[in-house]
């Protein structure tokens, strides 16, 4: 598994050496398409601090807001990636942090600090693919999947919100809760602006949608993004404010220590 | 050619036909209940649900039944139509355990343990979390449950379907499985009732059609009688199906019930005229003097039985108000039908022909005539000997009505032994109850849920309803909160409390909300906070197992009233189901009254005389209180097909005293006394009218053998209410009309002559 990684970021960095499909060179395969779509999602920058700003909608029409601060910070060259995370509202949660370490080969670690009980626990799951804080997204929609996990095939070309973009179908390797996924990634920008879910049935079950594209701090960013559960009627729709990438963010902040005390200098 | 093309217009209905089995329609749309069970409903985010129970009888904590489980989980998670997300069983819910700061969240069965110790302490982990015991596992082990959310309630037959395929080819030895829940019941009953209306019809029409062939022994009279009969039943069904009305389980009665009212006006003239036919020997004279004098009756026991069932139009459940009105245009139709269709067939009969026949038919009649003149004596001599037994009886009836105990369950609608009433004892048996309940509490503002005084007070509300013994299982947000709490504190049982500092409360909430799936606490509160739901899970359905939860908990809640602001309101449809059992406990009382008041006035109109309409309704009086009497006595329930019985007997056991009075009074009007009045009655009259008690008890007696407990129901009250009914007018009238008929009969002497004065007969 790690020697995949590495495997795959050879390949990332022999892309990003080479020059775009606009200089005439040949049409990139389904596997480059992916590698570089996982990179311009989910690892751009060393780290990068955002507020985001979580809204649930229900099959009723109803919301739950969300408001945290997002610290990442990229560790190592395997993928391993350490979040940090402050909730500001609702107002009785207050101070709760919660902290993941991503460990591409592994389960990841996580923890959480509840404020009102002083008490901070881990929390052991195996499975990246349940929800992420109670969203529609899940761990693996949040911090990335490795690019071996799933075989990937390009179907066509075609226009997306006026972007052109590769419509790429993926299917996982191992027994995953979808059966196939078809994504459509921008082929400038790299960053997918649509994907669906397909579970065993062939039913389209989740739609992720980009609402917003910016460019920060030289990399192409989706500000706005939800996910939609088709079955259920519920949705999550996700807000990045204030992003900055490469602030300086130090490798200790991302310990139980700054779980129960957070750094004030980023979580504002 | 008209009556055809009529009745097939009507007939070109059926293919629209649209059948209902959800016991919701038991309520009007805007019923105020039913209003807030579909807000619970919609507010909650609550499916409709398949529940599957699989056991073993060793025990499925088991490697190797576990692994069947897991594939079984696999293969319902490919159907279509299942809400994936949202199924419960060992394989797709979490479980969370701790230990020693950790918490662990993985599935309830992450793999398939290898050994024995491994399934037995899946089983342990269920039991220490509350949340799961006993839904997702039986107490001894030896049942799981899968439940299964799905998209519509009209895949439910279909996915249901490929549950059993899955299950059955799956299951061992010594394992057997379950299929429960409210859309499955519906659906069986659904096709159930359809093929009871397919069969019960057909054999209620051959009954009677056989029934008939015996009595008058000729086929070219007896066919056009059924004839009759089911042209009414084309035209009132046809005319249901065809205004879009839903059949419902009355409404697929409906056939059943015309078939033999349809029949009793062609038996009056058929009787009539067999019987006069020997002396006259010109069926158009006989037609004419017949018909002469059953016009009138005629069409007041035809008026009578509309108003009967017309009088079901005043009840407040809908399905039964379409049966009432249904079959009153059936009723009207079959009159309609009968006076044209007889005896136009009668005159398509040769002369000869029927001379032929009717000599032999002689025979039986005879022995029915003999009988029953000799039983027109006998009552009169001993008349108050009768009058006086007819007294007690009647008070035992009134004793056995007082007893009735008004209940009902919908899964009693199923027979005894019926495999849905096998899952219903056996999962009621395992889990934690499959009748569901809901208790919502409703606050002024969002986030008031998160009040703990209002979670507290929900806590103390279960501790209420856990007493009674018919509540399995109660599930809240504060069970959430407690379990959280408990989990955080490395399984410490000394948190299983609701903390009393509202953001710690909070805080256990939204760590729940974080571990879990977007819908996960949904069924049990609001987005905003504002409302939440208290699962009740009973073992029983019963209408009075319901109402006595609900009373034991007003009564806690008058000494320990809610915080403020918070309002407590049930709903689930076992309580919707005791709630239009109510209204049609009072409605049909109303019914009833209000039938009885109609019939009584029509039946003065008729006598034009107030003692005689009052006689002619005491055979009624005797059916309903002595039929109503034996239910009390007996101690069955009273429920749905009972008390939709009521006002059939208000129409149809009124009709014989209405032949019988009127032809004891037009014979004194002509002339007779009281005594050749009788002796006259107990010929032509009693005869037809024990023909036609005959053709309906025999009639209805098919529908015994029903299926569905509401046919059988209906089958067996019916026969006994006409039993008493034939008894009752021959037995008590002729005492009564014998000994009032100087008193009756004098205001009536400006019209005709008083048999007094005029010669003797």
Not at chain 2, 52 to 76: K, M, N, Q, S, Y
């Amino acid at each position: 598994m790690n020697r995949a990684i590495v495997c795959s970021f050879a390949i990332l960095m022999a892309l990003i050496c080479m020059p775009g499909p606009g200089a005439g060179a040949e049409e990139p395969s389904a596997t480059d398409v992916a590698t570089r779509s996982l990179e311009a999602f989910y690892y751009p920058g060393d780290d990068m601090r955002t507020r985001v700003t979580m809204v649930l909608v229900n099959a009723q029409g109803k919301k739950r807001v969300r408001e945290l601060t997002l610290l990442r910070k990229n560790f190592g060259t395997e993928g391993d990636q350490r979040y940090f995370i402050f909730f500001h509202a609702p107002a009785d949660v207050k101070g709760t942090t919660f902290m993941v370490w991503k460990n591409p080969a592994k389960e990841d670690d996580r923890w959480i600090f509840i404020p009102s009980v002083n008490l901070v626990r881990r929390i052991a799951a195996n499975d990246k693919r349940s929800s992420f804080v109670g969203s529609d997204f899940t761990y693996e929609d949040v911090s990335g999947r490795d690019v071996n996990d799933e075989n990937h095939q390009i179907l066509r070309t075609e226009e997306m919100n006026g972007r052109s973009c590769f419509v790429l179908e993926s299917t996982p390797r191992a027994g995953a809760d979808y059966a196939r996924r078809v994504s459509w990634i921008d082929t400038e920008r790299w960053v997918p602006l649509r994907e669906e879910y397909f579970d065993v049935r062939g039913e389209k079950v989740r739609v992720f949608t980009a609402g917003a594209v910016e460019e920060i701090g030289g990399h192409w960013t989706v500000s706005k993004r939800t996910m939609a559960n088709l079955q259920t009627g519920h949705s999550t729709e996700v807000t990045f404010e204030n992003m900055t990438y490469n602030v300086g963010l130090k490798d200790d902040l991302f310990t139980e220590r700054y779980l129960r005390q957070p750094p004030r200098k980023w979580i504002q | 050619v008209l009556v055809l093309l009529v009745t097939a217009v009507f007939g070109s209905q059926f293919p629209r036909i649209h059948i209902d089995t959800d016991p919701e329609n038991m309520l009007e749309a805007d019923q105020p209940d039913r209003v807030v069970y579909n807000l619970t409903k919609r507010e909650f985010g609550i499916h409709d649900m398949i529940v599957l129970g699989i056991t073993d009888e060793e025990g499925v904590f088991r490697p190797e039944t576990l692994a069947r489980v897991e594939r079984i989980v696999e293969g319902i998670l490919r159907i279509r139509g299942v809400i994936t997300d949202d199924v419960i069983s060992l394989t797709t819910t979490d479980d969370v355990k701790s230990e020693a700061g950790l918490l662990d969240v993985r599935r309830i069965m992450e793999a398939v343990p290898t050994d024995d110790a491994g399934a037995l302490s899946i089983r342990d982990a269920i039991e220490a979390n509350p949340l799961l015991s006993e839904k997702i596992a039986s107490r001894d082990g030896k049942g799981i449950a899968i439940y299964v959310p799905i998209e519509r309630k009209d895949q439910a037959h279909r996915v249901g379907n490929e549950i059993e395929t899955i299950v059955s080819a799956e299951l061992a030895e010594g394992q057997a499985f379950h299929l429960a829940g409210l859309p499955v019941a519906e659906d069986t009953f659904g096709v159930e009732m359809f093929q009871q209306m397919g069969r019960m019809a057909p054999l209620t029409g051959l009954v009677i059609l056989l029934l008939l062939w015996v009595l008058f022994r000729r086929l070219a009279l007896v066919i056009p009688s059924m004839v009759v009969a089911m042209f009414s039943v084309v035209w009132g069904m046809g005319l249901l199906v065809g205004t879009g009305a839903t059949v419902h389980i009355m409404s697929s009665m409906i056939p059943v019930f015309l078939m033999p009212i349809a029949v009793l006006d062609s038996v009056h003239i058929l009787s009539e005229f067999y019987d006069r036919y020997p002396h006259i020997r010109d069926r158009r004279e006989t037609l004419r003097q017949s018909m002469e004098s059953l016009f009138t009756p005629l069409l007041y026991t035809s008026v009578t039985s509309a108003v009967g069932f017309g009088s079901l139009m005043l009840a407040p459940i809908p399905p039964v108000r379409v049966f009432g009105g249904f079959v009153a245009f059936g009723i009207m139709s079959a009159w309609l039908l009968t006076i044209t269709v007889i005896p136009a067939s009668i005159m398509l009969i040769r002369e000869e022909r029927l001379k032929a026949t009717l000599r032999d038919g002689e025979q039986p009649q005879g022995v029915l005539g003999r009988l029953l003149s000799s039983f027109g004596r006998g009552v009169l001599a001993r008349r108050r000997t009768i009058a006086v037994a007819g007294l007690v009886l009647l008070a035992v009836g009134v004793f056995g009505v007082s007893r009735i105990v008004v209940n009902d369950n919908p899964v009693n609608w199923f027979a005894e032994g019926h495999r849905l009433r096998i899952a219903d004892r056996e999962m009621n048996r395992l889990f934690g109850g499959t009748y569901m309940a809901y208790l919502v509490l409703e606050g002024e503002d969002a986030g008031v849920i998160k009040d703990p005084e209002v979670l507290s007070y929900v806590a103390e509300l279960q501790r209420i309803l856990k007493k009674d013994p018919v509540v399995g299982k109660t599930s809240s947000l504060a069970d959430i909160v407690a379990q959280v709490g408990t989990v955080l504190h490395d399984g410490d049982p000394a948190y299983r409390v609701i903390p009393a500092n509202p953001e710690e409360l909070g805080q256990y909430l939204f760590l729940f909300e974080m571990s879990g799936d977007p819908g996960d606490l949904d069924n049990f509160v609001d987005y905003d906070y504002r409302y939440t739901n208290v699962w009740v899970q009973m073992k029983r359905g019963d209408n009075k197992d319901m109402m006595r939860v609900e009373e034991s908990l007003a009564a806690f809640m008058d000494q320990h009233p809610p915080p403020d602001g918070i309002t407590v309101r049930w709903s689930g449809l076992t309580y919707i189901n005791k709630v239009w059992q109510e209204l049609m406990v009072v409605g049909m009382r109303n019914a009833i009254l209000g039938g009885f008041a109609a019939v009584f006035l029509l039946m003065v109109i008729l006598f034009r005389s107030p003692l005689l309409g009052l006689i002619s309704m005491l055979p009624l009086t005797f059916a309903i209180v002595l039929s109503y009497g034996l239910v009390g006595l007996v101690g069955k329930d009273y429920d749905m097909p009972i008390a939709v019985c009521s006002s059939l007997a208000l129409g149809l056991s009124i009709d014989f005293a209405i032949h019988f009075v009127q032809r004891f009074r037009s014979q004194l009007a002509a002339g007779a006394d009281a005594e050749a009045a009788n002796r006259y009655v107990f010929r032509e009259p009693a005869r037809a009218i024990a023909r036609n008690a005959l053709v309906i008890i025999v009639g209805f007696l098919p529908m015994v053998l029903a299926t569905l407990t509401p046919y059988k129901t209906v089958g067996a009250f019916f026969a006994l209410l006409m039993t008493f009914s034939v008894m009752t007018t021959l037995g008590l009238l002729p005492g009564f009309l014998y000994t009032t008929a100087g008193r009756f009969f004098r205001p009536a002497t400006g019209l005709v002559p008083d048999p007094r004065n005029g010669d003797n007969q």
